[in-house]
Every structure is written in C-alpha cells, then in structure tokens.
C-alpha cells in the first residue's frame, strides 16, 4: 500500500521569497516519487521525479526536491518564487512494484499564492 | 509532437445515465491511465491499458469500464451515473506501463451530474 501526505492546503508566499511544499509518503516497496503542477482548468504538467540515483533532483522552472528516505520526505523548493508559479502542486508515488507498480497515488495537492 | 487531447471538455448528465470519455494519446505511447479529481482533492487512479488490455485498476465499481483502441487510444465508460461521479477526469499517456515512464496528463473532462 502507498500513500501521499501533503502538509499544508494552502501555502502563500511573496514575490521572491522562497517556496516550500512539504510531502510526506508512506510506501511498502522503495518508492518513485513525482510533483506535478496544475494550473486552473488544465491537466497536471510534471515538474520533476525521483526513481533512482541522486537523491536531489531539479526540475523544470527552477523547482527541486530532495528524497529523504530516512524522514520519508520528498519536499519541493525553489529559492525565489515567481507570480506565475501560482498554481495548484500534486505529490505523487508509484511504487518499483507490487499492486503500486505503474499506478500514481496522488496527496490531497497543496494551493501556492504569490503575493507581489 | 501532438500531446494527450480528451472529449469532450465539459459534460452534464443526469442520473441513472451513460457516459463516453475520450482520450487520445501521445505519439508513440502505449500506455493509457484515467484518473478521476473530484473538487478539491488529487486525482484517483480508476484504471490503466497497456496495448489494449486492462493493466491494473483502482478501487472502483464495474461500471466504471474502459477500452484501448490498437492506436492506443482510449474510452472511459461509466454507467449508471451517481452525484458523486461529477468530478474531473483525466487521462494520461505513457511510453510503457513502468513506474518510471513518466505520465503526460491530458486537460481533462469536467463532468457534472445532475
């Protein structure tokens, strides 16, 4: 069994502050893990992933996140935040197999505000 | 490079009725992934295709069905239509049925019940 615990519902920050959404995850195999961005009437785009190897990956639009396997955290961060990166975050997991295997398990999506 | 297109975007039904989602999927890809985002949560995995058979599915009733065309396309059907089935449904496409193949989302279909 897998499971996505975003903390927070709504996050808010101002103009070139830094960005925190904090994801937690519970998984019984080695987990893969993703964040994804959803933007008002639109599907979800993917920001980046975790399968293996580095544990700090860096995605698109300055974002990255890091893999803690011993906190299993897999927080996401970008040092300066941007109005346009007002949008709805999805963290996800998919498990390396398993019933998990190839299927997402999304958190409950946290809300980001950029105050100017 | 066309990406994953749904049909339609929006959809209002009554009750006890039948539905049709549609889906097509990225050039190239084999796998299909619908996912059901009721207001104010994250999407739900229903089911997946992978060169047109079932290759997983969710926790959801039988009358959520689907089918996978040989171009990889995809159908959503759901009969029997409850409330709470209103929600946005999403489909998306991958290279292959692996937990590493990233999936692209298509718009989605925002359906309502009435």
């Known amino acids: 069994a897998q499971s996505v615990t975003q903390l927070g519902s709504h996050v808010s920050v101002s103009e070139g502050a830094l960005v925190l959404l904090r994801c937690n995850y519970s998984s019984s195999v080695p987990p893969y893990l993703f964040w994804y961005v959803q933007y008002p009437n639109q599907g979800l785009q993917l920001l980046l992933k975790y399968t293996t190897g580095a544990t700090l990956v860096k995605g698109i639009n300055g974002f990255e996140a890091e893999f803690k396997k011993s906190e299993t955290s897999f927080h996401l961060t970008k040092p300066s935040a941007h109005m346009s990166d007002a949008a709805e975050y999805f963290c996800a997991v998919s498990g390396s197999g398993g019933t998990s295997y190839g299927k997402l398990t999304f958190g409950q999506g946290t809300i980001l505000t950029v105050h100017p | 490079e066309t990406g994953v297109t749904q049909s339609p975007t929006h959809l209002i039904k009554t009750r006890g009725q039948q539905v049709t989602l549609r889906c097509s999927s990225q050039s190239g890809h084999n796998t299909v992934s619908w996912y059901q985002q009721a207001l104010g949560q994250g999407p739900q995995f229903i089911f997946q295709y992978y060169r047109e058979e079932e290759n997983g599915r969710g926790n959801f009733p039988p009358r959520f069905s689907g089918l996978q065309f040989p171009n990889y396309s995809s159908e959503l059907n759901v009969n029997a239509l409850e409330l709470d089935d209103s929600a946005l449904y999403l489909c998306?496409?991958?290279?292959?049925?692996?937990?590493?193949?990233?999936?692209?989302f298509g718009p989605g279909t925002r359906l309502t019940v009435l």
């Open positions: 998306a496409s991958s290279w292959g049925s692996s937990s590493t193949d990233t999936q692209y």
